[in-house]
């Protein structure tokens, strides 16, 4: 045993070497794109970024979505663009949702960006492994006026308006150290480039420092269970029952902790790795640990690579959901933005008529300077197509 330990002692001084490595690279990469060495996107409409320092387990799903339902409920045809990690055919670029809900399945999308599709089906997603793509395409074929970047903190090819940060209250920086020797993608030094940090997994008693305005939130289980058939059960129901509870998320123990906070306590738990694939040995495998229990649990990030017929007894996703210590304030910081880069973006606009850069706003619409071709506003947001002649002499 002690051999053992001397050798695990002697192991992190390599890791501790390649983290810094990694960081260091990442360190001149972010500086290339900050001095423009590097090409950044500036997209044509506002761009809100949802992303994280640490690798998985802050809860940015959930706080994706609530971005994109908060643009959604003003009005906004609000697009979701991620990568879509662990996804078949990384390469493609696809379009998920195009506000109707899913048109591809999970493993082409994604696990997160088809659940956000499910979940809100008014969305536009896109994945792409390269964002920039993922902007020309949200904007010029599906009409995207609001960008939310999922995970998008160290994806520096597209300017971003808002960058919000998601650090766990429990842990905000782990072990302090870079992958593979802590959790961290970049060093710390890496926060000065958020605007607004959200602290996940909140008591609001966290004193840790951030360079910017600081906001908590929890992330609670929903009050009912959804089957993998569709049918919705009061998690009161599932106290009564004996289950065994199973998760392939960053930080299984999370879920599991969480059940019991609601009152239930499995028979059982098994943590699977972060996205895990469900072949049919692992069901298999599954359906034999399970023996015994009236029912399964898993996240519905899980239950989306699943199909009622999976098991011979239910098994039930419970949904998670996000609430905000100061939400109001929250609010008003992304409608701020939002209003700020419109202005922004108007003052910088090319009229694809003439190309002159100059155009007049005269309330309604914007009028070129030197063609006079007129363009509509839609709440702040210019919409550059050409009007027909008639359209311009009404």
């Known amino acids: 045993m002690r051999v053992f330990s001397s050798f695990c002692e002697l192991l992190k001084y390599p890791l501790y070497g390649c983290g810094w490595l990694y960081g260091t690279l990442n360190q001149v990469r972010a500086t290339l794109y900050r001095h423009g060495v590097l090409p950044s996107l500036e997209a044509p409409v506002p761009v809100v970024s949802v992303g994280n320092l640490a690798v998985g387990g802050t809860g940015k799903t959930p706080v994706t979505e609530w971005v994109a339902r908060f643009f959604l409920r003003r009005g906004k045809k609000v697009a979701v663009l991620s990568r879509g990690y662990g996804r078949r055919e990384m390469g493609e670029n696809r379009v998920v949702c195009r506000g109707r809900g899913p048109e591809i399945p999970p493993e082409l999308a994604g696990d997160e960006p088809w659940l956000l599709a499910r979940r809100t089906p008014e969305l536009v997603v896109v994945v792409a492994r390269r964002r920039a793509e993922a902007v020309k395409l949200a904007v010029e074929e599906l009409g995207a006026e609001i960008l939310v970047l999922d995970d998008g903190f160290q994806h520096l090819a597209v300017r971003r308006h808002l960058d919000i940060v998601l650090l766990d209250a429990r842990r905000p920086l782990g072990n302090g150290r870079v992958l593979p020797a802590g959790p961290l993608r970049e060093f710390p030094e890496a926060l000065s480039r958020g605007d607004l940090f959200l602290f996940s997994h909140s008591n609001g008693q966290e004193h840790f420092p951030v360079p910017g305005r600081a906001f908590h939130c929890r992330h609670l289980l929903a009050d009912e269970a959804i089957s993998l058939g569709g049918e919705r059960l009061p998690l009161e129901r599932l106290r009564k029952l004996k289950c065994a509870a199973f998760a392939g998320i960053a930080h299984p123990e999370n879920f599991f902790e969480d059940l019991q906070k609601c009152g239930i306590f499995p028979e ?39 199909c009622a017929g999976d098991f011979a007894i239910p098994c039930y996703a419970i949904p998670l959901e996000v609430a905000f210590d100061e939400q109001e304030e929250l609010e008003a910081v992304l409608e701020d933005a939002v209003k700020t880069v419109s202005g922004n973006l108007v003052r910088m606009l090319a009229c694809p008529s003439c190309g002159q850069a100059v155009m007049d706003d005269t309330g309604g619409e914007l009028v070129c300077s030197a063609c006079r071709r007129p363009y509509p506003v839609y709440d702040g947001i210019p919409g550059m197509v050409e009007k027909t002649g008639d359209e311009a002499a009404d």
């Open 268 to 306: 059982r738990c098994r943590s699977l790795r972060d996205h895990a694939r469900f072949s049919a040995s692992k069901k298999a495998e599954l359906r034999r640990w399970a023996q015994g229990v009236d029912c399964l649990l898993t996240t519905e990030k899980d239950a989306v690579k699943l």
